[in-house]
């Protein structure tokens, strides 16, 4: 669930890539730690030497290096360099450092966790819940957002058999079907929280993610009953799966006298777990 691991103190930002199925990390904060670098700006430094020094060679290593964006120490957004696990190794051959050896170790147990994870889903729940309670959610939240989880990673590979592979083809059918229930866009719902790259799932209330995955569970039967062959189908059956939610949303409403979409996010995490009053 986190995006940073950690080597003897030091935090490694990290990516994982479904479609190759392999981690991605920060060049420089693997330089920094092999490097034992007094601080950010000097491995940066000494990436950058590096890499030209690499390119003049014609190193391959250079070619693997692709650019993410990854939040910075000053908490931005910026694009950073990243090697998969097979580039890190070369790296660490391009370094000569005492922490090779310790830090080959832990990328491999890094490797190993993930394979755990995709082999016994329970362990990347149980690491998911211990994610998001030290960050203050509620209980009754982290529950209903685990299983969002489990319902997305089923559309997903529900989509992957429709031969929907691209992340922009992604992220149209997920605008559709939110734009379908919620009303909203999804750039839309994220300025009403007042959000920017945060996760819009992790903002949402526990009414929201319920709806939302009414959303999703009923695109992802659509799409196994009809086998969409195109993506003007698939676009068809994400906005009818959000429809779905769309009239469970009015209904709620109509009962509640309340609205569903909420401007609030979790700045205050115990409002995002919204209870009746005789609860």
């Known amino acids: 669930m986190s995006n940073i691991k950690v080597f003897e103190d030091r935090k490694i930002r990290k990516q994982w890539n479904e479609q190759e199925e392999d981690w991605y990390f920060s060049v420089v904060d693997v330089v ?58 070369r790296l660490i051959q391009s370094i000569p450092s005492p922490k090779a050896e310790p830090f080959k170790m832990w990328l491999a147990q890094v490797g190993s966790d993930r394979l755990d994870e995709i082999a016994d889903p329970e362990k990347a729940i149980i ?67 007042r959000l920017k790259k945060e996760n819009l799932r992790d903002n949402m209330t526990n009414i929201e993610l319920v709806l939302n995955m ?12 009809e086998k969409p062959q195109t993506f003007k189908e698939n676009k068809n059956i994400a906005r009818r799966g959000g429809n779905v939610a769309n009239t469970a949303k009015q209904a709620y409403e109509e009962q509640l006298g309340q609205k569903v979409v909420s401007p609030l996010y979790a700045k205050n995490k115990q409002t995002l777990e919204i209870k009746n009053d005789e609860d």
């Open 127 to 193: 690491r998911g819940a211990s994610f998001y309670r030290a960050k203050g959610y509620t209980e009754g939240w982290i529950n209903q957002r685990l299983q969002t989880i489990e319902i997305r990673k089923e559309l997903t590979d529900e989509r992957k058999e429709r031969g929907i592979t691209k992340d922009k083809d992604y992220a149209i059918l997920t605008n559709e079907m939110t734009k379908a229930w919620s009303g909203l866009s999804v750039q839309e719902y994220k300025k009403l929280k």
């Open 32 to 89: 920094w730690i092999l490097t034992d670098s007094k601080d950010y700006q000097t491995a940066r430094k000494y990436w950058n030497k590096l890499k030209q020094r690499l390119k003049d060679e014609g190193s391959e290593l250079v070619t693997f290096c692709h650019r993410l964006k990854l939040v910075a120490q000053d908490g931005k957004i910026r694009e950073t360099d990243v090697l998969n696990t097979k580039g890190i190794l």
């Open 214 to 225: 009414l959303a999703e569970v009923t695109t992802t039967a659509l799409s196994k009953q």
